[in-house]
């Protein structure tokens, strides 16, 4: 079993930065493929940045390509997303999530079997 919690949610103006961190416990951390999605009110949950396990290949939605890193600390089990130039359109819940098997593509919601409770972004212009 793994669980999962974010933090570093918060309130920012346009063009600021935010960091989140995803923390899982469990052992079974270095063998997930991990992701951040984000779920606006109103919308349906969405992909915002994945990383494959074994590749260490990124993927970003082309929102936020550019402005978003994910990276992940297999030492510390923290998976983390670094959000630079934010526009009030990425204000939403952000969630990670964990893939016990390597999705059909990096987005795909139904895929990951393990997902933090969220941390809220709000960024005002």
């Known amino acids: 079993q793994v669980q999962l919690m974010e933090s570093g949610g918060g309130s920012v103006p346009a063009g600021g930065s935010l960091r989140l961190s995803c923390a899982a416990s469990g052992s079974m951390y270095d063998r997930l493929d991990m992701a951040w999605f984000r779920q606006a009110p109103g919308t349906e949950r969405e992909g915002v940045a994945g990383i494959d396990l074994l590749s260490g290949s990124t993927y970003y939605d082309d929102s936020v390509r550019g402005r978003f890193t994910i990276s992940r600390d297999n030492a510390k089990n923290t998976l983390y997303l670094q959000m630079d130039s934010l526009k009030p359109e990425d204000t939403a819940i952000y969630y990670c999530?964990?893939?016990?098997?390597?999705?059909?593509?990096?987005?795909?919601?139904?895929?990951?079997?393990?997902w933090g409770q969220g941390t809220q972004v709000t960024v005002s212009s």
């Open positions: 999530a964990a893939a016990g098997r390597a999705p059909p593509t990096w987005d795909t919601v139904g895929a990951y079997n393990y």
